[in-house]
């Protein structure tokens, strides 16, 4: 009984032995599994929240070239204003074409806040011909006085026989019958009795800033054409001595309103 015993106690003994030595590499080879794991998953983590060089470098060549976008574009604007020949409204204005432009002659006055410049309308008379009520032009020095030349009336209906010249004709003896002007120091007076329309225009020398007179008929007589401030014009026909009344217009002219004379 004695022996049984001491041999089952034996028996346990090496089994518990076996059992150590198997159970202990199994340990100790687990153990490095589990560290390697949570030095993977905090290296995991420090790469996270570590500054990732790719991305930022990019993000910074993103902002760069947005940033130097506005000023390409007003690059490219100036270039495309100045092959059209004006300055693109985009493009930064030079303060030196400024301090240039200011220092220039002054541009012209314009006409008060409020109010507009006079035209033919308003210095028109319709219905009549005499000299318009409560207008006092004072003591005037006439230039000329008259209807158009006649020789623009002899010379249209030589020329009558033909029927491209007939209505040129009737035009000349239709300004010949109701058409007449006064040229004075103070005014340029156009009337007119035609049966269509009776009216008188009375525009005063200081409102014309331009005028032009054209040769007709070898010379003998020519047309004229007035430019108002407001830039209507008004035609007289058949004018003689154009040239005379042109310069006496044209020396009036600047001397009342030089600002918009064209000398």
């Known amino acids: 009984g004695a022996s049984l015993a001491n041999t ?33 998953a905090s290296a995991s983590r420090v790469s996270l929240n570590a500054p990732q060089p790719a991305r930022l470098s990019v993000r910074a060549r993103a902002e760069e070239s947005s940033a130097d976008a506005p000023a390409d574009e007003d690059d490219f604007e100036s270039r495309l204003g100045a092959l059209r020949g004006k300055r693109s409204k985009r493009a930064a204005a030079d303060p030196a074409d400024k301090t240039d432009k200011t220092s220039d002659t002054p541009a012209p006055k314009a006409a008060p806040k409020g109010q507009r410049r006079k035209g033919v309308a308003d210095f028109t008379i319709v219905g009549s011909i005499e000299e318009p009520a409560g207008v006092n032009w004072g ?28 209505p040129l004709t009737i035009s000349a003896i239709g ?39 054209i040769g007709r008929g070898v010379g003998l007589w020519g047309d004229m054409v007035i430019t108002l401030k407001n830039q209507e014009k008004i035609e007289l026909r058949s004018l003689p001595d154009f040239k005379k009344l042109e310069e006496h217009i044209r020396s009036r002219m600047g001397e009342a309103d030089p600002e918009y004379a064209k000398i």
Do not use: C, Q
């Not at 006085?145 to 033909?162: D, F, K, L, Q, Y």
């Not at 058409?179 to 035609?194: F, G, L, N, P």
């Open 8 to 40: 089952s106690t034996a028996h346990h003994r090496i089994m518990f032995a076996m059992t150590t030595r198997v159970a202990t590499p199994v340990v100790a080879s687990a153990a490095p599994r589990a560290s390697a794991s949570r030095a993977r």
């Open 139 to 166: 003591k005037e020095e006439i230039v000329y006085e008259g209807p158009p030349a006649r020789g623009e009336i002899i010379a249209n209906v030589a020329m009558s026989w033909t029927l491209v010249w007939l």
């Open 175 to 213: 300004r010949g019958l109701w058409a007449s002007y006064k040229i004075t120091d103070k005014r340029v007076s156009v009337m007119s009795t035609s049966p269509l329309r009776t009216e008188r225009t009375d525009v005063p020398i200081e409102e014309i800033v331009d005028v032009i007179a």
